[in-house]
C-alpha cells in the first residue's frame, strides 16, 4: 500500500505568489517565503514514516515550471501538473490522476502550512486505510481545509463550494452526508496568507503560540524569516 500526498501549489514567483503578503512584505520577498513553505510541507510529507507507505507529490502550476519543482522538492516526489483553473477541477483531477497511478489512497494538502505537523499526516493515512470508504478533513481557521483525503474521487465533494470563503470546510462535510460519506475530522490547522496568519507563525516558531502546538520545525522558513528584516515581528 502506498498513499500519494499531494501539496497543492503555484511555483514561487515575483508578483504572482502570496499577493496579499507581498502588499506589506514586496513581491520577491513573498515570493522566496511561498518557496520556503513549499520547501517545509514536503518535509512534513517527508517525515512521514516510510514503512507506512506514502509518496511525495508536487500538484503544480504552470505549466513549463517543472525545473522550478524539481529546484524545490525532495528529488523522489513525483511532480503532476494542475488540471483547469478551478480549484475544484484541480483537486478532483489531482485525486483521480494520483488513483489512477496506483496509490491505494490520497491527501492533499495546502502549499501554505509550513508548520504541519506530520503526526496529521501519518493519522490521515491511518484513517484513510479503515474499513470502507471515507473522507478526511483537516479544517482549516480560517474556514477552508488544509488537507482532504480519499479512496475515490467524488466529483460532489467539489461542486457548488464557494471557495475562498470560509463556508468550505463546512460545506465540503456537508457534501459527504449528502452520498453517504463515512468522515474523519483531524485537528484544526492554518494557512499563512496574510499579515494576520504570518504573525501566528512568527509567535507559533518562536513558541509563544497560544493556539497551535506540536507542529513541524519549518527550518527553511525559520531561516528566511531570521535573514528578512522586512518580516521581523
Known sequence: MSAAIGIICKAPQPGHSK????????????????????????????????????????????????????????????????????????????????????????????????????RLLVRAVEALREPGDRMVLGPASDGGYYLIGLKHPHRHLFTRIAWGTETVARATSERAVEIGLATTLLPEWYDVDDMESLRWLQEELAGHSTRFHGGGFAAATMAFLKTTPQISP
Open 19 to 118: 499577493t496579499r503578503l507581498a502588499a506589506t512584505i514586496g513581491a520577491v520577498a513573498a515570493s522566496e517565503l511561498s518557496a520556503c513553505f513549499l520547501r517545509d510541507v514536503a518535509a512534513s510529507i517527508e517525515a512521514v514514516p516510510e514503512a507506512l507507505g506514502r509518496r511525495g507529490y508536487g500538484v503544480y502550476a504552470p505549466a513549463g515550471a517543472e525545473h522550478v519543482m524539481r529546484l524545490l522538492l525532495p528529488a523522489g516526489f513525483g511532480l503532476l501538473l494542475q488540471a483547469g483553473d478551478d480549484l475544484g477541477h484541480v483537486l478532483l483531477g489531482a485525486t483521480r490522476a494520483l488513483l489512477d497511478a496506483g496509490h491505494d489512497g490520497v491527501l492533499l494538502v495546502n502549499g501554505d502550512s509550513p508548520t504541519l505537523p506530520p
